[in-house]
């Protein structure tokens, strides 16, 4: 384990004689973890005063939130190396560590002296433990105890375990009861056999092995899509295609009092598909309608088949009605493969009627793209009434759990495809934006994102300012209630204790309200 950590320290281009590269930020320091730990590491600083060591507690993004010391000189050694809270101590960082190497493994683990892989850690010998919350099953962060190297005592490891305990006892008192009920709810579903069942709730997913065994990291996006869509008293269900190819139905119920969604997936029978659309034979003139980017073009030359001639309905404004509609009826009149006649809203009423005249007669199949909106019911309503079939393109915010799928299609065209990776946070995001420019809009993003990173994982801080936050749930009055508790908080410069006394709650609600609209 400490050799694949000195080779996972060497890949970060870290060097053993170089100083340690110590990050600071702020702190939460009324998170969760820190309030269950608290007492409990306090208490255990006074059993072990006389031996020269430090506690520290971290968090799981390794960043330090509390030190306690029992013993002036070796504080003052400790601080000397730039450890205090705030400071990030991740493998990336300071390579092979008690904290950041436990949370790279998951696992406890002394390092002693010299298994560090900076130099500058070699006097210390280091014991860290994770701290597992009892609801969520999530890793909260990671309890270390520090102490001189050579003077390890043999009971140190029991006694962090204790303390792991002692904390994750306390996490689990601390939970809020819509956390409670949502895991009794997903307990009870799972019970039974061979049923997969996964629950989704303000910092909790929960899934048993059948959910594990079918779905993949790009799946839990499209997932989390489709809870979101579901209402607060109304169970919903979806069809979905699985990264496997493997397509399911998707059953979500909300929890009652619990601000989860439970999902109940239930494999489909028949063939298995391969995410290639199933061609079908189309019943011209076909009538495509779409919000711009929302794919209709696509759409349409599939329909149409190969070897498809298109005509740009927006070119009449610069070749002119009488060239334009010359060039059209030369296109209906001859044999050949389909026509695909984009953006039939820039038609005038005459060039409407004329088209609606010809189509009848037409010896080849015609297939029109236009936007959404009244025209279609007004001056293009001649061209809708001889349409055979008329197929409406959802925009993509109505189709979150198809964005994951779409975003990896949209990778796989850029030259970084195989070098890098979008990671099951980025992708959620992805999911969670409201794309106004659809398809059309994600592909950009996408092929900005694989210009950013050449290589390894695409994280969420690649992601544009713009996109790294997921919105608020589609509820107007959700909505209002979010941007009100953000526009408290900053006008508190982020003091939420403030805050929760100028929206006149207390400081638990805004706490509570702020995990239900996924406010961080």
Same mark, same amino acid.
């Given at each position: +384990? ?22 600071? /930020?702020?702190?939460?320091?009324? /998170? ?19 031996? #020269? ?19 002036? !000189? ?10 205090? *809270? ?15 190497? /436990? ?71 601390? /939970? #809020? ?31 048993? !092995? ?10 839990? !996006? ?24 493997? !397509? ?5 119920? *909300? ?97 409407? +009627? ?27 309503? #001649? ?26 299609? +949209? ?22 934006? #409201? ?78 309200? +702020? ?6």
């Amino acid at each position: +384990m400490i050799e694949s950590s000195w080779a996972r320290s060497r890949r970060h281009g870290l060097r053993a004689d170089a100083a340690p590269r110590l990050v600071r /930020s702020p702190i939460d320091e009324e /998170s969760g973890l820190v309030r269950a730990a608290d007492p409990v590491l306090g208490r255990t600083q006074d059993e072990l005063d006389g031996l #020269p060591a430090a506690l520290l507690l971290a968090d799981r993004s390794a960043r330090v939130l509390d030190t306690r010391f029992t013993d002036v !000189p070796f504080s003052d050694a400790v601080a000397d190396i730039g450890i205090a *809270p705030g400071v990030l101590v991740e493998e990336e960082q300071i390579g092979t560590n008690g904290v950041g190497t /436990s949370l790279e493994t998951g696992q406890e683990l002394f390092i002693r002296g010299s298994e560090h892989f900076l130099r500058a850690f070699d006097p210390f010998s280091c014991y860290g433990h994770p701290v597992v919350h009892p609801v969520t099953r999530r890793v909260e962060g990671v309890v270390n105890v520090a102490c001189l190297a050579g003077a390890e005592h043999p009971l140190l490891p029991s006694l962090i375990r204790h303390v792991v305990k002692e904390i994750q006892d306390r996490l689990r008192q601390d /939970s #809020p009861l819509g956390q409670r009920r949502l895991l009794a709810a997903f307990q009870a579903a799972a019970r039974h056999r061979g049923r997969a069942v996964v629950a989704l709730g303000p910092g909790l997913v929960l899934a048993n !092995p059948p959910a594990l065994d079918l779905l993949q990291p790009a799946d839990h !996006p499209a997932i989390q899509a489709c809870a979101d869509a579901v209402g607060p008293v109304r169970e919903r269900t979806h069809r979905l295609v699985l990264a496997s190819g493997w !397509p399911v139905e998707l059953t979500c119920t *909300p929890v009652e009092g619990a601000d989860g969604v439970l999902v109940v997936i239930v494999p489909q029978r028949g063939p298995r598909r391969d995410g290639a659309r199933t061609e079908a034979a189309a019943q011209w003139p076909l009538l495509v309608v779409g919000e711009p980017g929302s794919g209709r073009t696509t759409e349409a030359r599939r329909a149409a088949g190969s070897g498809a001639v298109t005509l740009d309905c927006a070119a009449v404004v610069l070749r002119g009605e009488t060239s334009w509609a010359g060039a059209l009826g030369a296109l209906l009149d001859g044999e050949g493969p389909a026509v695909v006649l984009e953006n039939i809203e820039f038609l005038s009423e005459r060039l409407t +009627m004329l088209l609606a005249k010809s189509l009848p007669g037409a010896r080849r199949g015609i297939i029109m793209t236009s936007t959404p909106g009244g025209h279609l019911e007004g001056v293009h309503a #001649p061209l809708v009434g001889v349409c055979a079939t008329r197929q409406d393109l959802l925009p993509l915010r109505r189709r979150r759990h198809e964005i994951p799928r779409l975003a990896q299609e +949209m990778l796989s065209e850029t030259s970084a495809f195989g070098r890098v990776r979008l990671t099951t946070e980025t992708l959620r995001l992805l999911a969670a934006q #409201p794309w106004p420019g659809n398809l059309a809009e994600l592909r950009r993003a996408v092929h900005g994102l694989a210009q950013v990173r050449t290589a390894g994982d695409i994280l969420p801080s690649d992601l544009p300012v713009s996109h790294r936050d997921r919105p608020s749930p589609a509820s107007p009055f959700r909505q209002a209630e979010r941007e009100v508790i953000i526009a408290a908080i900053e006008a508190a410069n982020g003091n939420r204790r403030e805050a929760a006394r100028a929206l006149g709650v207390s400081r638990s609600t805004l706490y509570n309200r +702020m995990r239900a609209l996924r406010i961080h």
